[in-house]
Protein backbone atom coordinates (compact mmCIF):
# COMPACT_ATOMS: atom_id res chain seq x y z
CA UNK A 1 0.00 0.00 0.00
CA UNK A 2 2.76 2.33 1.21
CA UNK A 3 4.81 1.42 -2.08
CA UNK A 4 2.31 1.77 -4.54
CA UNK A 5 1.72 5.10 -3.17
CA UNK A 6 5.16 6.14 -3.18
CA UNK A 7 5.22 4.75 -6.73
CA UNK A 8 2.31 7.32 -7.49
CA UNK A 9 3.72 9.88 -5.59
CA UNK A 10 7.02 9.47 -7.85
CA UNK A 11 5.51 9.56 -11.27
CA UNK A 12 3.57 13.01 -10.43
CA UNK A 13 5.23 16.70 -10.98
CA UNK A 14 5.57 18.19 -7.25
CA UNK A 15 2.68 20.54 -8.08
CA UNK A 16 0.67 18.18 -8.12
CA UNK A 17 1.40 16.00 -5.09
CA UNK A 18 -1.49 16.20 -2.78
CA UNK A 19 -1.19 15.85 1.13
CA UNK A 20 -2.37 12.43 1.34
CA UNK A 21 0.77 11.06 0.32
CA UNK A 22 2.27 11.67 3.83
CA UNK A 23 0.15 10.66 6.52
CA UNK A 24 1.55 10.78 9.90
CA UNK A 25 -1.33 10.69 11.46
CA UNK A 26 -5.23 9.64 11.41
CA UNK A 27 -7.01 12.80 12.26
CA UNK A 28 -4.89 15.23 9.88
CA UNK A 29 -5.35 12.46 7.16
CA UNK A 30 -9.15 13.14 7.34
CA UNK A 31 -8.69 16.92 7.77
CA UNK A 32 -6.19 16.65 4.73
CA UNK A 33 -8.71 14.80 2.54
CA UNK A 34 -11.34 17.72 2.52
CA UNK A 35 -9.69 19.38 0.71
CA UNK A 36 -9.45 16.85 -2.33
CA UNK A 37 -13.01 15.90 -1.57
CA UNK A 38 -13.92 19.90 -2.44
CA UNK A 39 -11.65 20.28 -5.51
CA UNK A 40 -13.60 16.93 -6.95
CA UNK A 41 -16.67 18.67 -6.01
CA UNK A 42 -15.37 22.27 -7.67
CA UNK A 43 -14.85 20.19 -11.07
CA UNK A 44 -18.36 19.11 -10.71
CA UNK A 45 -19.85 22.04 -10.37
CA UNK A 46 -17.91 23.61 -13.09
CA UNK A 47 -18.61 21.02 -15.72
CA UNK A 48 -22.14 21.64 -14.38
CA UNK A 49 -21.85 25.50 -14.90
CA UNK A 50 -20.35 24.72 -18.10
CA UNK A 51 -22.97 22.53 -19.55
CA UNK A 52 -25.72 25.10 -18.78
CA UNK A 53 -23.74 27.76 -20.11
CA UNK A 54 -23.24 25.55 -23.55
CA UNK A 55 -27.27 25.03 -23.34
CA UNK A 56 -28.36 28.82 -23.36
CA UNK A 57 -25.49 29.64 -25.93
CA UNK A 58 -27.03 27.00 -28.46
CA UNK A 59 -30.58 28.22 -27.28
CA UNK A 60 -29.63 32.17 -27.64
CA UNK A 61 -26.81 31.98 -30.68
CA UNK A 62 -28.99 31.56 -33.68
CA UNK A 63 -31.25 34.47 -32.14
CA UNK A 64 -28.34 36.72 -31.96
CA UNK A 65 -27.59 35.33 -35.48
CA UNK A 66 -30.80 36.53 -36.76
CA UNK A 67 -31.30 39.67 -36.22
CA UNK A 68 -32.68 41.12 -39.33
CA UNK A 69 -30.27 43.92 -40.97
CA UNK A 70 -31.62 46.65 -43.66
CA UNK A 71 -33.06 45.77 -46.93
CA UNK A 72 -30.85 46.20 -49.98
CA UNK A 73 -31.17 48.62 -52.43
CA UNK A 74 -32.51 47.74 -55.46
CA UNK A 75 -33.67 50.05 -58.42
CA UNK A 76 -36.33 48.75 -61.12
CA UNK A 77 -36.53 50.76 -64.32
CA UNK A 78 -40.02 52.46 -65.15
CA UNK A 79 -40.03 50.32 -68.11
CA UNK A 80 -39.71 47.13 -66.65
CA UNK A 81 -42.25 47.96 -63.94
CA UNK A 82 -44.79 48.32 -66.42
CA UNK A 83 -44.45 45.69 -68.59
CA UNK A 84 -44.59 43.63 -65.54
CA UNK A 85 -48.02 45.06 -64.20
CA UNK A 86 -49.15 44.50 -67.85
CA UNK A 87 -48.27 40.96 -68.04
CA UNK A 88 -50.10 40.38 -64.74
CA UNK A 89 -52.99 42.09 -66.08
CA UNK A 90 -53.34 39.87 -68.69
CA UNK A 91 -53.07 37.00 -66.11
CA UNK A 92 -55.31 38.09 -63.96
CA UNK A 93 -57.95 38.66 -67.05
CA UNK A 94 -57.03 35.42 -68.74
CA UNK A 95 -59.60 32.46 -68.66
CA UNK A 96 -59.83 30.60 -65.58
CA UNK A 97 -59.67 27.03 -66.68
CA UNK A 98 -60.69 24.48 -64.08
CA UNK A 99 -58.29 21.56 -62.64
CA UNK A 100 -55.54 23.46 -65.39
CA UNK A 101 -52.31 23.46 -63.09
CA UNK A 102 -52.92 19.88 -61.43
CA UNK A 103 -53.69 18.27 -64.96
CA UNK A 104 -50.35 19.39 -66.30
CA UNK A 105 -48.70 18.50 -63.63
CA UNK A 106 -50.18 15.27 -63.56
CA UNK A 107 -48.93 14.59 -66.80
CA UNK A 108 -45.50 14.76 -65.47
CA UNK A 109 -46.35 12.31 -62.62
CA UNK A 110 -46.47 8.42 -62.69
CA UNK A 111 -49.70 7.19 -63.07
CA UNK A 112 -49.34 6.06 -59.07
CA UNK A 113 -49.92 9.50 -58.27
CA UNK A 114 -53.53 9.22 -56.45
CA UNK A 115 -52.51 12.08 -54.03
CA UNK A 116 -55.44 13.92 -53.71
CA UNK A 117 -55.68 14.86 -49.61
CA UNK A 118 -52.84 17.48 -49.14
CA UNK A 119 -53.58 17.99 -45.40
CA UNK A 120 -53.92 15.60 -43.13
CA UNK A 121 -57.27 15.74 -40.78
CA UNK A 122 -58.41 14.08 -37.35
CA UNK A 123 -61.08 11.83 -38.98
CA UNK A 124 -58.97 10.74 -42.14
CA UNK A 125 -56.98 7.44 -41.19
CA UNK A 126 -53.03 7.79 -41.96
CA UNK A 127 -52.45 5.58 -45.46
CA UNK A 128 -49.69 2.88 -44.76
CA UNK A 129 -47.56 4.55 -47.58
CA UNK A 130 -47.11 7.33 -45.06
CA UNK A 131 -44.63 5.57 -42.83
CA UNK A 132 -42.13 4.26 -45.91
CA UNK A 133 -39.89 7.46 -45.34
CA UNK A 134 -38.50 9.85 -42.69
CA UNK A 135 -39.55 13.24 -42.36
CA UNK A 136 -40.01 15.17 -44.83
CA UNK A 137 -41.15 12.76 -47.32
CA UNK A 138 -42.95 10.64 -44.23
CA UNK A 139 -43.61 10.34 -41.08
CA UNK A 140 -41.96 6.75 -40.53
CA UNK A 141 -41.46 5.82 -37.06
CA UNK A 142 -43.46 8.67 -36.02
CA UNK A 143 -46.91 6.91 -35.46
CA UNK A 144 -47.43 7.84 -32.20
CA UNK A 145 -46.29 11.39 -32.23
CA UNK A 146 -48.15 11.81 -35.68
CA UNK A 147 -51.65 10.02 -34.27
CA UNK A 148 -51.57 12.34 -31.24
CA UNK A 149 -51.22 15.56 -33.04
CA UNK A 150 -53.73 14.24 -35.22
CA UNK A 151 -56.50 14.99 -32.64
CA UNK A 152 -55.90 18.24 -32.10
CA UNK A 153 -56.10 18.90 -36.12
CA UNK A 154 -59.56 20.07 -37.73
CA UNK A 155 -62.19 16.76 -39.14
CA UNK A 156 -61.96 17.14 -43.05
CA UNK A 157 -65.16 18.93 -43.37
CA UNK A 158 -63.26 21.73 -42.13
CA UNK A 159 -62.22 23.69 -45.57
CA UNK A 160 -58.83 23.46 -46.95
CA UNK A 161 -58.99 27.31 -47.71
CA UNK A 162 -60.04 30.05 -46.28
CA UNK A 163 -62.02 31.70 -48.85
CA UNK A 164 -65.58 29.75 -49.27
CA UNK A 165 -65.98 29.74 -53.05
CA UNK A 166 -67.10 27.59 -55.74
CA UNK A 167 -65.52 29.45 -58.46
CA UNK A 168 -63.02 28.59 -60.71
CA UNK A 169 -59.85 29.66 -58.24
CA UNK A 170 -56.80 31.61 -59.04
CA UNK A 171 -53.67 31.27 -56.85
CA UNK A 172 -50.26 33.01 -56.45
CA UNK A 173 -47.43 31.15 -54.80
CA UNK A 174 -45.35 34.28 -53.09
CA UNK A 175 -41.94 33.30 -53.37
CA UNK A 176 -39.33 35.27 -50.88
CA UNK A 177 -37.05 36.44 -53.97
CA UNK A 178 -35.59 40.06 -53.97
CA UNK A 179 -37.03 40.05 -57.74
CA UNK A 180 -40.43 41.77 -55.79
CA UNK A 181 -38.50 44.62 -54.85
CA UNK A 182 -40.08 47.66 -56.42
CA UNK A 183 -42.16 46.53 -58.52
CA UNK A 184 -45.35 46.86 -56.10
CA UNK A 185 -47.15 44.63 -57.02
CA UNK A 186 -49.05 44.93 -54.02
CA UNK A 187 -52.41 45.61 -55.27
CA UNK A 188 -52.30 43.27 -58.16
CA UNK A 189 -51.26 40.57 -56.04
CA UNK A 190 -54.56 40.90 -53.25
CA UNK A 191 -56.78 40.30 -56.73
CA UNK A 192 -55.96 36.29 -56.52
CA UNK A 193 -58.58 34.65 -54.75
CA UNK A 194 -55.57 32.32 -52.84
CA UNK A 195 -52.35 34.17 -51.70
CA UNK A 196 -49.87 31.32 -50.51
CA UNK A 197 -46.93 32.81 -48.87
CA UNK A 198 -44.10 30.97 -47.39
CA UNK A 199 -42.04 30.92 -43.67
CA UNK A 200 -41.69 34.53 -42.28
CA UNK A 201 -42.41 36.73 -45.40
CA UNK A 202 -43.44 39.66 -44.34
CA UNK A 203 -46.15 42.40 -45.14
CA UNK A 204 -46.21 45.65 -43.62
CA UNK A 205 -43.69 48.42 -45.24
CA UNK A 206 -43.58 45.30 -47.89
CA UNK A 207 -47.27 45.34 -48.67
CA UNK A 208 -47.04 47.68 -51.79
CA UNK A 209 -44.54 45.08 -53.25
CA UNK A 210 -45.86 41.98 -52.40
CA UNK A 211 -50.00 42.61 -51.15
CA UNK A 212 -51.18 42.42 -47.72
CA UNK A 213 -53.73 39.22 -48.02
CA UNK A 214 -52.51 35.54 -46.71
CA UNK A 215 -54.72 33.05 -47.16
CA UNK A 216 -52.02 30.18 -46.33
CA UNK A 217 -48.95 30.84 -44.91
CA UNK A 218 -46.74 27.66 -45.09
CA UNK A 219 -43.90 27.07 -42.95
CA UNK A 220 -41.33 25.02 -40.37
CA UNK A 221 -41.11 25.91 -37.04
CA UNK A 222 -37.60 27.83 -37.68
CA UNK A 223 -39.35 29.62 -40.49
CA UNK A 224 -42.03 30.75 -38.77
CA UNK A 225 -42.44 34.36 -38.18
CA UNK A 226 -41.38 35.00 -34.32
CA UNK A 227 -44.41 37.53 -34.45
CA UNK A 228 -47.39 36.48 -36.30
CA UNK A 229 -47.68 39.04 -39.31
CA UNK A 230 -51.14 38.07 -41.22
CA UNK A 231 -53.65 40.43 -40.17
CA UNK A 232 -56.24 39.14 -42.47
CA UNK A 233 -58.93 37.09 -40.23
CA UNK A 234 -59.49 33.47 -41.88
CA UNK A 235 -55.76 33.34 -42.77
CA UNK A 236 -54.93 29.25 -42.56
CA UNK A 237 -51.37 28.17 -41.04
CA UNK A 238 -49.85 25.10 -43.03
CA UNK A 239 -47.22 23.23 -40.83
CA UNK A 240 -44.75 21.68 -42.63
CA UNK A 241 -42.55 18.65 -40.72
CA UNK A 242 -39.09 18.27 -41.75
CA UNK A 243 -37.79 16.38 -38.76
CA UNK A 244 -39.68 14.86 -35.93
CA UNK A 245 -39.31 17.50 -32.93
CA UNK A 246 -41.59 19.34 -35.71
CA UNK A 247 -44.43 17.64 -34.68
CA UNK A 248 -43.65 18.42 -30.79
CA UNK A 249 -43.74 22.11 -31.55
CA UNK A 250 -46.86 21.93 -33.59
CA UNK A 251 -49.17 20.77 -30.95
CA UNK A 252 -47.03 22.78 -28.58
CA UNK A 253 -48.49 25.57 -30.61
CA UNK A 254 -52.14 24.38 -31.46
CA UNK A 255 -52.28 23.25 -27.52
CA UNK A 256 -50.79 27.45 -26.38
CA UNK A 257 -48.52 25.30 -24.65
CA UNK A 258 -44.90 25.85 -24.35
CA UNK A 259 -42.01 24.37 -26.24
CA UNK A 260 -40.71 21.68 -24.35
CA UNK A 261 -36.90 22.81 -22.93
CA UNK A 262 -35.42 19.53 -24.07
CA UNK A 263 -36.98 20.25 -27.67
CA UNK A 264 -35.23 23.71 -28.05
CA UNK A 265 -31.65 21.60 -28.61
CA UNK A 266 -33.14 20.35 -32.16
CA UNK A 267 -34.03 23.69 -33.16
CA UNK A 268 -31.49 25.49 -35.76
CA UNK A 269 -33.03 28.67 -35.22
CA UNK A 270 -35.43 30.06 -32.12
CA UNK A 271 -38.80 29.26 -33.13
CA UNK A 272 -41.72 31.09 -32.42
CA UNK A 273 -43.22 30.22 -29.03
CA UNK A 274 -46.92 30.81 -29.94
CA UNK A 275 -49.38 31.10 -33.03
CA UNK A 276 -52.42 33.03 -32.09
CA UNK A 277 -54.72 31.18 -34.27
CA UNK A 278 -57.38 29.07 -33.33
CA UNK A 279 -56.75 24.94 -33.40
CA UNK A 280 -59.36 25.17 -36.61
CA UNK A 281 -56.44 27.55 -37.88
CA UNK A 282 -54.03 24.81 -38.37
CA UNK A 283 -53.59 22.49 -41.40
CA UNK A 284 -50.74 19.41 -41.27
CA UNK A 285 -49.44 19.28 -44.62
CA UNK A 286 -49.64 15.70 -46.02
CA UNK A 287 -45.65 14.46 -46.26
CA UNK A 288 -46.90 13.33 -50.05
CA UNK A 289 -46.81 16.43 -50.99
CA UNK A 290 -42.84 16.93 -50.86
CA UNK A 291 -42.41 12.96 -51.79
CA UNK A 292 -44.36 13.97 -54.80
CA UNK A 293 -42.19 17.10 -55.13
CA UNK A 294 -39.01 15.39 -54.82
CA UNK A 295 -39.15 11.52 -56.13
CA UNK A 296 -41.63 12.30 -59.00
CA UNK A 297 -41.34 15.91 -60.05
CA UNK A 298 -37.58 16.51 -59.67
CA UNK A 299 -36.77 12.57 -60.16
CA UNK A 300 -34.57 12.80 -56.60
CA UNK A 301 -33.75 9.17 -56.13
CA UNK A 302 -35.49 7.85 -52.78
CA UNK A 303 -33.95 8.84 -49.46
CA UNK A 304 -31.49 6.96 -48.55
CA UNK A 305 -29.77 6.49 -44.46
CA UNK A 306 -27.01 8.42 -44.11
CA UNK A 307 -25.12 9.75 -40.86
CA UNK A 308 -23.29 13.04 -42.36
CA UNK A 309 -24.53 15.43 -44.58
CA UNK A 310 -27.70 15.23 -46.85
CA UNK A 311 -28.32 14.17 -50.67
CA UNK A 312 -29.64 17.41 -51.61
CA UNK A 313 -33.15 15.58 -52.19
CA UNK A 314 -35.60 18.10 -50.12
CA UNK A 315 -37.20 20.87 -52.40
CA UNK A 316 -37.50 23.91 -51.25
CA UNK A 317 -40.37 25.17 -49.64
CA UNK A 318 -41.68 27.12 -52.62
CA UNK A 319 -41.25 23.97 -54.96
CA UNK A 320 -43.61 22.14 -52.35
CA UNK A 321 -45.90 25.04 -52.52
CA UNK A 322 -46.22 24.66 -55.95
CA UNK A 323 -47.27 21.28 -55.74
CA UNK A 324 -49.61 22.06 -52.84
CA UNK A 325 -51.30 24.63 -55.30
CA UNK A 326 -51.91 22.64 -57.89
CA UNK A 327 -54.82 20.56 -56.05
CA UNK A 328 -56.20 23.16 -53.95
CA UNK A 329 -56.21 25.25 -57.17
CA UNK A 330 -57.41 25.80 -60.50
CA UNK A 331 -54.83 28.47 -61.69
CA UNK A 332 -51.36 29.06 -60.68
CA UNK A 333 -48.99 31.82 -60.57
CA UNK A 334 -45.58 32.40 -58.73
CA UNK A 335 -44.01 35.15 -57.99
CA UNK A 336 -40.58 36.26 -56.55
CA UNK A 337 -39.31 32.96 -57.66
CA UNK A 338 -35.67 33.79 -58.89
CA UNK A 339 -32.07 32.25 -58.25
CA UNK A 340 -30.69 33.64 -60.86
CA UNK A 341 -27.12 34.18 -60.10
CA UNK A 342 -26.10 36.37 -63.05
CA UNK A 343 -27.75 38.91 -61.08
CA UNK A 344 -25.30 40.20 -59.20
CA UNK A 345 -25.87 42.48 -56.28
CA UNK A 346 -29.39 42.01 -56.50
CA UNK A 347 -30.93 40.98 -53.56
CA UNK A 348 -31.80 37.52 -52.24
CA UNK A 349 -34.97 38.67 -50.06
CA UNK A 350 -37.10 41.33 -50.59
CA UNK A 351 -36.80 42.25 -46.73
CA UNK A 352 -33.52 41.92 -45.90
CA UNK A 353 -29.67 42.73 -46.48
CA UNK A 354 -28.46 39.25 -48.41
CA UNK A 355 -26.99 38.69 -51.73
CA UNK A 356 -28.28 36.56 -54.54
CA UNK A 357 -24.70 35.26 -53.98
CA UNK A 358 -25.37 34.01 -50.97
CA UNK A 359 -27.14 31.08 -53.03
CA UNK A 360 -24.18 29.53 -53.60
CA UNK A 361 -23.33 28.15 -50.20
CA UNK A 362 -26.74 26.60 -50.52
CA UNK A 363 -26.38 22.53 -49.66
CA UNK A 364 -29.86 21.53 -48.57
CA UNK A 365 -31.73 21.89 -51.98
CA UNK A 366 -30.33 21.35 -55.65
CA UNK A 367 -31.20 25.25 -56.64
CA UNK A 368 -30.49 24.26 -60.36
CA UNK A 369 -32.46 21.45 -60.60
CA UNK A 370 -35.65 23.19 -59.12
CA UNK A 371 -35.10 26.20 -61.76
CA UNK A 372 -35.36 24.00 -64.70
CA UNK A 373 -38.56 22.39 -63.89
CA UNK A 374 -39.78 25.68 -62.83
CA UNK A 375 -38.96 27.01 -66.14
CA UNK A 376 -39.89 23.98 -68.03
CA UNK A 377 -43.54 24.67 -66.07
CA UNK A 378 -43.67 28.31 -67.13
CA UNK A 379 -42.39 27.10 -70.70
CA UNK A 380 -45.73 24.49 -70.78
CA UNK A 381 -48.37 26.73 -69.53
CA UNK A 382 -48.59 24.63 -66.01
CA UNK A 383 -47.71 28.05 -64.31
CA UNK A 384 -47.29 31.76 -65.05
CA UNK A 385 -44.63 33.45 -63.07
CA UNK A 386 -45.63 36.73 -62.87
CA UNK A 387 -42.35 38.63 -61.47
CA UNK A 388 -40.28 36.72 -64.75
CA UNK A 389 -37.32 35.67 -62.74
CA UNK A 390 -37.60 32.17 -63.92
CA UNK A 391 -38.17 32.84 -67.53
CA UNK A 392 -38.52 36.59 -68.61
CA UNK A 393 -40.49 36.49 -71.69
CA UNK A 394 -40.01 40.10 -72.32
CA UNK A 395 -36.71 40.99 -70.80
CA UNK A 396 -33.68 42.91 -73.27
CA UNK A 397 -31.11 40.00 -73.41
C1 LIG B 1 -55.06 45.70 -47.08
O1 LIG B 1 -54.97 47.06 -47.40
C2 LIG B 1 -56.23 47.64 -47.78
C3 LIG B 1 -55.97 49.05 -48.27
O2 LIG B 1 -55.11 49.73 -47.40
C4 LIG B 1 -57.18 47.58 -46.59
O3 LIG B 1 -58.43 48.13 -46.93
C5 LIG B 1 -57.34 46.12 -46.17
O4 LIG B 1 -58.14 46.05 -45.01
C6 LIG B 1 -55.99 45.48 -45.90
N1 LIG B 1 -56.19 44.07 -45.69
C7 LIG B 1 -55.56 43.39 -44.74
C8 LIG B 1 -55.89 41.96 -44.63
O5 LIG B 1 -54.74 43.89 -43.98
C1 LIG C 1 -30.42 36.23 -65.50
O1 LIG C 1 -29.86 37.52 -65.41
C2 LIG C 1 -29.13 37.88 -66.55
C3 LIG C 1 -28.47 39.24 -66.27
O2 LIG C 1 -29.38 40.17 -65.77
C4 LIG C 1 -30.06 37.94 -67.77
O3 LIG C 1 -29.35 38.29 -68.94
C5 LIG C 1 -30.72 36.59 -67.94
O4 LIG C 1 -31.68 36.65 -68.98
C6 LIG C 1 -31.42 36.17 -66.65
N1 LIG C 1 -31.94 34.82 -66.79
C7 LIG C 1 -33.23 34.56 -66.66
C8 LIG C 1 -33.58 33.14 -66.78
O5 LIG C 1 -34.06 35.41 -66.42
Not at 44 to 60: D, E, N
Not at 84 to 103: D, F
Amino acid sequence: MEGTRSLRARRYPASLQIPEEFPDSSGRQNSMRLPKRWATHRCWLLLGVVVVLLFLAMICLPWIQTETSKPLAWYVTHAHKKQVHEHVHRVLKSQCRPGSARNRLLARLPASSHMTQPFLWKDVPLADDLFLYPPPFGFRSLRGNVEDLLKLLPDSDSSPLPEKTDKCRRCVVMGNGGILKGLELGPLINRFDTIIRLNSGPLGEFSVDVGNRTSIRMSYPEGTPRRWIDTDPDTVFVAVVYKSVDISWISAMMKKLTVPLWDWLFFWQKVPDQIPLEPHRFRLLNPEIIRETALDLLKYPPPRKRLLGNDQNVPTIGMSALNLASVLCDEVSLAGFSYNLSRQGAPLHYYDHLRITAMLKETTHNVDRETELLQKLVREGAVTDLTQGLHCSFCPS
